[in-house]
């Protein structure tokens, strides 16, 4: 609890599970990313095609 941890990810976390397959791998790893993350989802346009 005394250190940070960020990850960044373009798939979003509704489709972990289907990415990850193994149910089991699937929510030992998504209990412990997202039980006390918080959540950041951006929306909108990509910047790249604004560009």
Do not use: C
């Not at 972990?16 to 790893?29: K, L, M, R, V, Y």
């Not at 950041?40 to 095609?49: D, F, T, Y």
């Amino acid at each position: 609890g005394r250190a940070s941890t960020i990850v960044v990810s373009q798939l979003p976390v509704t489709k972990w599970f289907e990415t990850i397959g193994d149910s089991t791998i699937a929510d030992a790893i998504l209990d412990r990313l997202v039980h006390t993350a918080h959540r950041i989802e951006l929306k909108g346009e990509s910047m790249r095609k604004k560009q």
